[in-house]
C-alpha cells in the first residue's frame, strides 16, 4: 500500500514537472514570428509518416540507421510494458496483462527482451563511435563539454534501464520457476532467461532483485522523462511535429518578403497604397525573436547528430560555419531569452543578440545557399533559413554588406547584371553566331 | 574563364539570327518559348559560348523562340542570395512587367539560377510562367526524337561525370534530365563520390561568386575537382555557368587542363550534333 502511494506521488511529480517543463518549451518557440505551416494537411500527414515514422532520411548512413532503428522502434514499442508497470503501480498488481493478453503476453515480453538486448547493443555501438571512434562528425567548435556529456548521458541512461529491465526479467523469471509468492508463471524471456543462472538462487533475494530493479526501471524512466527538456533529446518528441510543419516549397524556393513587396511596389507605383500599415517592419533577424516559430521548433528539434555539418562545404572547407552551431546557437539563445522572461519578467533586454553574442558575420557570409544541410538532416530542419534572415538583417537594416557584395548590389541596380558591363552590352554574344541585331 | 579550348572554332557555316521579342513584337509574332539568357550567359566569355550552343540547338530543332537582348535584366538571384530582398523585389517586378507585357508563357533558362528564381520566387510577385532548365528542354527533345545524337563529335566511351548545380538538384529535384541528355552519347557516365542530392557545390552560390571566401583551409572548387581527379573522368559536365567558372578555375589550379574538359550538357549537346 505504501508503495502504490510513493509510486503515485512520484509519477504525479514526474508529469507535473515534464508538463511544466515542457510548457516552457512551447511558449519560447511561440516568441517566434507567425508563419502559415498548417495548409495542405494531407501532404503533411505524409511528409511526417515518411520522414519523422518511417525515418526514411536516415538511410544515408546504413549503419547509424540500423542502430537508430533498434533505439527507436525499442522506445515506442517498450513503452507498452511502460502502461503495464505503471498500472501494477498504482493499483499494487503483477504483470496485469498476463492474464487479459493469455500466449499473447508471452510473445510481446518475448519481443520486448529482444528489443531491449538491441537497445542495448546499439547505445554500446553508439557510445563507442562517439568516445573511441571518435567520428568527426560528433566534434567541431560547438561540440563543448556540454553537447557531449549530453548525448553520453542519454546513451548512459538508456544502457542502465536496458540492464534493469532484464535483470528485473531475470529476476522474475527465476521466481516464476520456484512458484514463489505472487510470481505466477507469465510471459516469455528469451534474452534474461540466459542471463538468469547468474543471479541468486535464494528467493528473498531474488525478490529483492526484482523490486529494485522495478523501482529503478520506473523512476529511470520517469527521470528520463524529465531530462528531455533540458537535452537534445527531445528530438524523440518533436521530430513529429516538426517534420509536419516542414517547408513543402522546392528547397530552392526563398520566401519572397511581403514587408519589402508593399515598399517596392509604392516605389515602382507612387499611387499604390499597401493593404496593411501595421506596425512599422524590420528586417530580417537580429534575435530569436525575429526568426519564425518553425526556425525556434527545429532549433529545439535537433539532435546535434551533425549531419549538416559534415556535408557543409564551408565547414568542409575549413570555414568557420557549421549549420548544426547555427541551430543550436538559435536554441541556446531562445532559452536563455525564456529565462529572462522566467526571472525578469516580458519585457526584459539582457542587451544581447543571436547575430554578434552567438552566430558571427563570419559565419553568415560562408554559406553558399547550396541546401546541402536542409536535405541531410533527418528531421527536415532548415538551418538555410536562419542564415538568411540574419543575412537580411545585416544588408537591410544595417547597410553592414561585403564592400564586395555592396559592389555586385550597385551594378545589379545600375546595370541589371551583378558584373560591371554596360547594359546596352547585353546581346553582344549574339554578334558571333552572325545576327543581325 | 577564358577560353579553354581553342580548337574549338566559331562556326561561319551557319549563319543563325537570334530573333528578339522586341522584334518579334513588331512583327505580331509570338515564340513558342523564350529563351532567358541570364548575365552570365551574355558578359561572361566562357557562358556565351554555352548560350550559343543553346541558340544552335534550338535553331536546329526549329524551335520558334526569341530572346530579350537588352531588354533582359539580372533576375535579381545574387541580391536576394546574399540578403538584399529589396533590389531581388526591384528587379523582379521589372523582370515581370517585361514578361508580362510581351504575354510570355513558357521560358528556358541558361542558368539554374535564373530557373529557380523565376519559376519559383517570380510567382509570388505577379510572374507565373512555364519555366525549364535548357538541360530539361534538351532531354525532351532528345524524348520526342528531334534531338539525335549523330553527325558531330563521338563522345562514345568516353568516361564522362556530371556535377549537379546545388538550384537545379537539390533547389529543384532536377537530377535525371542531365544524365539523360548524356546517356544517349553511349558514354560512360560515372558519379562522383557525392553527387544527386548528396553532390558537392561548386563554391559559387549564395552570392560567393562575387566575395572572396572566408577563411578557411581549401577552397570548395579544389574539394570538388578532387572528386573528379577520383574517378578520372575525362569530362566534367556542368549545368551552371558559374559551376562552369568554379569548376574551370578548378581543373586549371590543378593543372588538370589538359586531361580533363569542363563542358555544359548544351555545349556537348551541340558538340555531338556537329552543330
Known sequence: MISQILFSIILIAAIYLFSKNAGKIRRNILLGRDVNRSDRRAERWRVMAKVALGQTKMVKRPVAAIMHFFIYVGFIIINLEVLEIMIDGIFGSHRIFSKPLGSLYGLLIGSFEVLAILVLVACVVFLARRNIVRLKRFSGTEMTEWPKSDANYILIIEICLMTAFLTMNAADYKLQALHFGHYIKAGSFPVSSLIAPSLSANPYSLEITERVCWWFHIIGILAFLNYLPYSKHFHILLAFPNTWYSNLEPKGEFSNMASVTNEVKAMLDPSFVPENNGEPASFGAKDVTDLTWKNLMEAYTCTECGRCTSVCPANITGKLLSPRKIMMDTRDRITEVGNNIDKHGKDHQDGKTLLDDYITREELWACTTCNACVDACPVNINPLEIITEMRRYVVMEESQALASLNNMFGNVENNGAPWKYSNADRFNWAEKLGSGQ | ?275
Open chain 2, 1 to 275: 574563364m577564358e577560353n579553354q579550348n581553342n580548337s574549338e572554332i566559331e562556326i561561319p557555316k551557319s549563319e543563325i539570327t537570334i530573333p528578339t521579342m522586341a522584334q518579334m513584337a513588331a512583327e505580331d509574332k509570338q515564340p513558342e518559348i523564350l529563351f532567358w539568357v541570364g548575365c552570365a550567359g551574355s558578359f561572361d566569355e566562357r557562358a556565351q559560348k554555352i548560350t550559343r550552343d543553346i541558340c544552335k540547338i534550338l535553331h536546329h530543332v526549329g524551335i520558334s523562340y526569341a530572346v530579350l537582348g537588352t531588354e533582359e535584366s539580372c533576375t535579381g538571384d545574387p541580391a536576394k542570395r546574399a540578403g538584399n530582398e529589396f533590389l531581388f523585389q526591384m528587379q523582379a517586378m521589372t523582370n515581370i512587367e517585361v514578361l508580362n507585357g510581351y504575354d510570355i508563357k513558357k521560358i528556358v533558362t541558361g542558368c539554374p539560377h535564373c530557373f529557380n528564381t523565376i519559376k519559383n520566387e517570380y510567382p509570388g510577385l505577379g510572374g507565373n510562367y512555364e519555366v525549364i532548365h535548357h538541360s530539361q528542354l534538351i532531354q525532351q527533345l532528345i524524348d520526342e526524337g528531334k534531338l539525335k545524337a549523330d553527325g558531330g563529335e563521338s563522345f562514345k566511351g568516353k568516361r564522362i561525370t556530371y556535377h549537379d548545380p546545388c538550384y537545379l538538384g537539390r533547389g529543384n529535384n532536377v537530377y535525371e534530365a542531365p544524365r539523360k541528355a548524356l546517356e544517349v552519347l553511349d558514354i560512360e557516365l560515372v558519379e562522383m563520390k557525392r553527387c544527386k542530392s548528396n553532390g558537392l557545390c561548386c563554391g559559387a552560390g549564395g552570392a560567393q561568386m562575387f566575395k572572396e571566401p572566408e577563411k578557411g583551409n581549401k577552397d570548395i572548387n579544389m574539394e570538388r575537382i578532387d572528386e573528379v581527379i577520383a574517378i578520372n573522368a575525362q569530362v566534367v559536365a556542368a549545368a551552371c555557368p558559374f559551376c562552369m567558372t568554379m569548376l574551370s578555375d578548378g581543373v586549371k589550379n590543378h593543372e588538370k587542363d589538359q586531361e580533363i574538359k569542363v563542358l555544359d550538357i548544351a555545349e556537348i549537346t551541340a558538340r555531338a550534333n556537329g552543330l
